[in-house]
């Protein structure tokens, strides 16, 4: 009888010395400190921003000489329990559970981050509180990025991966280590669902071409779509076809810089299995590029400018300093597939700047853009900030809370409007990181806060940037395999002949892409 | 019969002797070989250049992305391994103990059937080891997949149960383990375990089984789960096309005849088993000591012909060179300076050491300086990531931090994280101004194994004084940087421009008037000595001295506030008096004036520079 008695013995005693041990881990906030003005600088700055209320946990380091560091986080209105944590180091990692609940109750309100800190003698100070407010508008759940290292005449190890907005989970679209090293860029959702999307991908081995994944069916283009903008309806999507050429320069925050010699848009049509040229946004003396549809399907923004030489094969050309894209849009019947006239938003000339990447609101009142000094790549441009305009009004302003003394670009909104995603090179100018800012009903920006990762160190240890950051309402259901396998497939499932520019032919000159389904 | 009895028993304890003898001088021998011939620390400053570079760091973060994976634990191992290569003695024990722990599996390979009639065998695979480390052909991740396959199924033979359901439990847990531990491990674990059933077991129905299970299996994680699986062949050249690095053709021979050599054995020694068990002597069929003749010269015949001295030098030219021990390199390559083995990187190697040893425009000639060697251009035939290493570290000297970093990335992006390009990336950040950016880089190099003393020192100098304002190599590299409104089109070097900006720059100057000196333009040589107030000597520098000779006999008139010495005048129309005698026939000049002039720059301009050809 006793031996029976025993194991139970030793379960209890074993119980009851855990529960010991974790009740004297729970963190106790220091009764007695001293108050200091000012508030601790934390990294990522997540500070007086509004985040939403399913956003994952923002883990944060506090830059501060300290010997022990307690961070409380509590609604404004102290309703429920704090989340109270400790750290030996300064790094603050937040239990997802704890807050996901405290956020859930929180919406429209305010949590606050008071911080504590002990010197060597002992003594607990207490900071100013850093508060950001709880958006009642939810993230969509995923962000969809390419994961690359800052590329020069070269790529290897380039990703497409998606990451939850709720969890900081990371999964892998597609991998090209997969593939041969491949080039896997220019991925576009259609209204934020990966059930249609499309990818492009560049390698001697593999060839150039497109994958379109719609109706859960893996479709391989020979055509290399560019920027691609996918219509509402799903039914198609414009895309930019690009001569796109790398250069370099002696000196500078940024080296690197990039030229479209030539440059023209075209749409496939889903429906058709066929690549059709618009003639008004293929034009001989101008480049087209950055499409994008109306949310409303009506219209379809591009930029446009003029081609300033006669050579379209030297680079860099001669005046490319001078090249400034103007935003103009055509109109389009999606059911009567017809494209009606230009229409100019927003001209360089009157701007002096170069004017890209134009994104249209859900509720089509406001659009943002990019404006730089000159030319069709923003990301290398340091000038390159986020303006809004008022379509209604056609008034222009700069979202100055959203820019730094470095590049803004790659803004997309999410499907609600509220959220804005963009990429910024802030840390430092090399690096892009996403960066997510709240839009009120005026169509104003809240302060951005970083993307948040599980390690609050994360942006300080990699080497990876994150470009071309698109939402996603869910997770990408085709397979890493499937993707890898149709890019290396030696088949082309549709054949697009398709001159690298459209825009070698004028206005008016008819002509019809060949297009071959098999 | 007392007397038989320990005789019998004096013999048996001295066949034992050697038997543990043999080992032990074997692996010691086989330790001191790899210390002081193959020397490993040759191999971790190969990685990257001439060898794969196994991203490593220190983090949890690191760890714990590894060990989540299926095959993360043995790629963190090889990573791991080939990091600590940077120790000599730990690169020689950890090839020693591979090579032991293969020759245990060996062992126990052959003891399945009990017997040692040929004791010898079982350092083939060590032998095959050694070959591969001895070509600087490096690959853990390999040779750990097989080891660790191997001592799974050494395990699996010795603790297989008897009953077919246990034996298949059993199979299936060690299958799990190994599955995790390294992915490709399990194909040659399930084949020998198929061998084992067949051949020695005989247990017909269950190894069908497993071969059925093990190609299912193998067809799942290829097809069904997207898991790399792949036989190790497969795996081999993937390793060395990832780099374009092109091994000797025994290489994967070597790799290939190791992965098969188990399987082949265990067949091989079952058939044995059974025919002529009986006939064996219990001891075998060799006596230990003709086991060692045997074993001597199966290494000597193996070794000999892949040790290649002239494959070892430039290894350790560019190991003197990345732990920038520069005088150690110029008297390791100064043994034989005009070696055939040494390529234009090599002599590259040798002009920075010259540079930093102050002895570049004394003794440029010394060597077989090419201005090749000197600018390396792109076409450096397959050595293309030394080239982009050595311009990044040379700009940065120069002060050209656009054209320096254009290198440096390039570099990063192909061969990985290596601390050198690392710290150049931070260093041009922060000469820029971009601290956040350096950060990023320093934060990494941090984590390095090896280097992490090198990160945290920038950072902490960052958090002491965050402009770098105090630090001398920042400010003095700043000091020689273009101005950031020069946003010129071109990566190619402009000296004038550089020395414009700041005439104190001593790389450029310095390199500048090598370049003149090996394109022969004495016209731009003689000009740009007036940059030179004093030398450190107090005269001119030899090589100087005697281009100044040359072209003041060969009748140039650009002035100059410098003479040459009367003493290389002299020289100057010495050799002008054999030049003349050879005419046009420079071969025949070459070999008239190798033996006096051989280091001279009268022979260099006439016989090498372009404008002479």
């Not at chain 1, 429209?108 to 911080?115: A, V």
């Not at chain 1, 900030?385 to 803004?408: A, F, K």
Request: hydrophobic share 40%; charged share 20%.
């Amino acid at each position: 009888m006793m031996k029976k008695r025993i194991p139970m013995l030793v379960a209890m005693v074993l119980c009851i010395i855990s529960i010991v041990v974790l009740l004297g881990q729970r963190v106790r906030i220091p009764g007695d400190y001293v108050t200091v003005a000012g508030a601790l600088r934390i990294e990522p700055d997540y500070t007086d921003s509004t985040i939403p209320y399913n956003i994952a946990p923002l883990n944060f380091n506090i830059r501060h000489e300290a010997e022990e560091y307690i961070v409380s986080i509590y609604p404004s209105d102290n309703s429920g329990s704090a989340i109270n944590l400790a750290s030996k180091n300064g790094s603050i990692v937040i239990g997802p559970g704890k807050w996901h609940r405290m956020l859930g109750a929180s919406k429209g309100k305010e949590i606050i981050f008071s911080i504590y800190t002990r010197d060597a003698a002992g003594q607990w100070f207490r900071h100013d509180d850093i508060v950001n407010s709880v958006s009642e508008h939810p993230i969509p759940g995923y962000l969809a990025y390419r994961h690359l290292k800052p590329t020069y005449n070269w790529w290897r190890d380039i990703d497409i991966l998606q990451q939850s907005l709720e969890s900081s989970k990371v999964s892998t679209i597609i991998d090209n280590s997969a593939c041969d090293d491949t080039c896997v860029n220019c991925h576009s959702f259609a209204a934020g669902n990966p059930q249609t999307m499309a990818m492009g991908f560049r390698s001697s081995k593999n060839g150039v071409g497109t994958l379109i994944y719609s109706d859960g069916e893996l479709k391989r283009l020979s055509a290399k779509w560019g920027y691609t903008s996918w219509h509402p309806s799903g039914k198609l999507a414009a895309y930019s076809m690009n001569k796109v050429k790398q250069f370099f320069r002696r000196t500078g925050m940024e080296i690197r810089d990039v030229v479209d010699l030539d440059s023209a848009i075209a749409y496939y049509s889903l429906e058709k299995g066929k690549a059709i040229k618009i003639d008004a946004l293929a034009e001989k003396d101008y480049l087209e590029t950055y499409p994008h549809f109306s949310p409303d399907g009506k219209y379809l923004y591009f930029c446009r400018a003029p081609i300033l030489w006669e050579d379209r094969n030297t680079v860099p050309p001669k005046r490319f300093k001078e090249v400034r894209y103007s935003i103009m849009r055509i109109s389009y019947d999606v059911d009567n597939d017809i494209w009606g006239e230009l229409e100019m938003v927003l001209s360089a000339e009157k701007t002096g700047k170069s004017m890209l990447v134009p994104r249209v609101s859900p509720d089509g009142r406001h659009m943002i853009f990019c404006m730089c000094d000159y030319g069709c790549f923003p990301i290398y441009q340091s000038s390159s900030d986020l303006y809004t305009m008022d379509l209604q009004t056609r008034q222009v302003r700069p979202l100055e809370i959203l820019n730094s003394p470095y590049s803004e670009s790659w803004h997309n909104y999410s499907n609600s409007g509220r959220w804005l995603v963009f990429s910024s090179k802030r840390q430092g100018g090399l690096f892009t990181r996403p960066h997510f800012s709240y839009i009120d009903d005026a169509g104003n920006a809240r302060k951005p806060f970083v993307l948040p990762q599980r390690d609050p160190e994360h942006y300080y240890k990699t080497l990876q940037t994150y470009s071309v950051p698109e939402f996603m309402i869910e997770p990408a259901i085709v397979s890493l395999r499937a993707l890898s396998r149709n890019i290396q497939m030696k088949d082309w499932i549709i054949k697009v002949n398709q001159p690298i520019s459209g825009a070698t032919k004028k206005y008016g000159e008819k002509t019809q892409l060949e297009t071959n389904e098999r | 019969m007392m007397t038989t009895n320990r005789e019998q028993k004096k013999m048996g304890q001295g066949s034992a002797l050697l038997r543990h003898a043999l080992p032990v001088t074997f692996f010691s021998v086989c330790f001191l070989y790899v210390l002081l011939v193959v020397e490993p620390t040759l191999i971790y400053h190969g990685l990257g250049r001439s060898i794969y570079y196994p991203p490593f760091r220190t983090s949890w973060q690191f760890f714990a992305e590894a060990f989540g994976t299926c095959g993360g634990p043995v790629e963190y191992l090889a990573a791991l391994i080939s990091h600590l290569f940077y120790f000599n003695w730990a690169g020689a024990l950890i090839y020693t103990s591979i090579g032991f722990f293969l020759w245990l599996s060996t062992r126990s390979i052959l003891g399945i059937s009990r017997i040692r009639h040929v004791g010898f065998v079982s350092y083939l695979p060590v032998a095959a080891l050694l070959v591969l480390c001895t070509g600087y052909n490096h690959q853990p991740l390999i040779i750990l997949s097989i080891l660790l396959g191997l001592l799974f199924f050494v395990a699996y033979t010795k603790w297989v149960p008897g009953r077919p359901l246990w034996a298949g439990v059993f199979l299936m847990v060690l299958s799990g383990g190994l599955f995790y531990l390294t992915v490709n491990g399990c194909i040659l674990f399930w084949l020998m375990v198929v061998l084992y059933e067949l051949i020695l077991r005989k247990r017909f129905a269950f190894a069908g089984t497993v071969a059925v299970l093990g190609v299912a299996a193998y067809l799942a994680c290829r097809f069904v789960f997207d898991i790399d699986m792949h036989p190790l062949h497969w795996q081999v050249n993937r390793v060395i096309g990832a780099n374009s690095i092109k091994p000797e053709t025994y290489s994967p021979r070597v790799l290939f005849g190791l992965y098969f050599f188990f399987p082949l054995l265990l067949v091989v020694n079952s058939l044995l088993t059974g025919k002529q068990k009986r006939q064996i002597p219990k001891h075998g069929w060799v006596s230990p000591s003709i086991q060692v003749l045997v074993l001597a010269a199966i290494s000597v015949t193996l070794l000999k012909p892949v040790y290649d001295p002239g494959k070892k030098r430039p290894l350790k030219i560019r190991a003197f060179a990345q732990k920038r021990q520069w005088p150690k390199l110029l008297d390791y390559a100064g043994k034989d300076p005009f070696s055939r083995s040494m390529n234009i990187l090599d002599v590259h190697d040798i002009i920075i050491a010259l540079y930093h040893t102050d002895a570049l425009a004394e003794q440029m000639f010394d060597w077989p300086t090419s201005l090749r060697s000197l600018t390396l251009p792109d076409d450096v035939g397959g050595h293309y990531n030394e080239m982009l290493v050595r311009r990044s570290n040379m700009t940065i000297e120069m002060g050209c931090m656009g054209i320096s970093e254009k290198f440096a990335y390039e570099s990063l992006i192909n061969f990985g994280d290596q601390a050198k390009v690392l710290e150049n990336l931070a260093v041009i950040n922060m000469v820029k101004g971009d601290i956040q950016t350096a950060r990023v880089f320093l934060g990494v190099l941090a984590e390095d194994l090896i280097h992490s003393g090198r990160g945290r020192y920038w950072l902490d100098i960052l958090a002491d004084d965050p402009s770098l304002s105090g630090n001398e190599r920042i400010t003095y590299l700043r000091s020689l940087v273009l101005d950031k409104n020069n946003d010129e089109i071109n990566l190619a070097l402009n000296y004038g421009q550089l020395l414009k900006r700041n005439p104190e720059n001593k790389a450029a100057r310095e390199f500048m008037m090598s370049q003149w000196l090996l394109t022969g333009d004495l016209d731009r040589f003689t000009s740009a000595l007036n940059r030179y107030d004093t030398f450190d000597t107090g005269k001119l520098p030899r090589s100087y001295d005697q281009a100044l000779a040359l072209y003041r006999l060969t009748g140039g008139k650009a002035e100059c506030r410098w003479d040459p010495t009367a003493d290389s005048y002299e020289q100057g129309r010495k050799f002008l008096g054999i030049a003349k005698q050879c005419r046009a026939d420079r071969k025949r000049l070459y070999h008239a004036t190798k033996q006096e002039f051989g280091d001279s720059y009268y022979l260099y301009f006439f016989i090498h520079t372009p404008r002479q050809k």
